[in-house]
């Protein structure tokens, strides 16, 4: 039994995904639909997903709720919506009363995307992460290593809140450097409030030549200062494409966790993500 904690998926004939430009990410630039993972992430031994969001527009929440309430494969999703608008409350609670509302489990905002390093800081940002809390939902963090001292201040004045960061805080992999990303990892996870997803390091790593020794010190770092029962395993699929197929990243993960105990990698590969995310 695993939980793919971090997943995509969408239509183009619905919603462009403006992100996807240039001949690097050509490959992402088609539909990737839950019926073309669900055979992938069988194959590798995953009965549960968590769909998380990929643009920032306000229709694409409802329609993954939708999704999650057609196919048994998704457990949970973490949508977006306008953390700053005034109605943060009742805007939660109408995507709630959709179909598939049961669904919902957290938010997520582009923060790496933000000008502003401390946008996470910022008042109308606070008040919108308190609505979250409130109303019993997780904030997933995807922030560049440089954001991730807001990150900890966010989430230490938020102590209500559960805060789970996205690809590790996304590590210069390809570079081999660790700090100051490391440092900045160990500050987040000395707070009791924050999680961490086992996610997206493929891509972060030289698309082509990567191999599991180039992550290893990025997943350890992440494992001493979290430990298994605040780690969780995503696949970050349909972007991990751009360098491994979907199975060669569960196998990877689970090379990598090698050395945990059989309690502990079930943590990392169920527990955590079916706790935190209330799955």
Known sequence: MTVDAHHHVW???VRDQDWITGPELQPLRRDFTVADLAPEARAAGVDRTVLVQTVTVAEETPEFLALADAHDLIAGVVGWTDLTRPDIADELARLRELPGGRYLKGIRHQVQGEPDPNWLLRPDVRRGLTALAD?????????????????????????????????LGKPPVASGHQEPWATSVRSLAALPNTYCKLSGLVTEADWKTWRTEDLQPYTDTALDAFGPSRLMFGSDWPVCLLAATYDQVADTARELTYALGAAERTEVFEGTATRVYGL
């Open 11 to 13: 239509d183009l004939s």
């Open 135 to 167: 109303a019993g939902l997780v904030y997933d963090l995807v922030v560049l290593p440089e954001q991730l001292p807001a990150a900890v201040e966010a989430a230490e004045s938020l102590p209500q809140l559960a805060f789970v960061l996205d690809h």
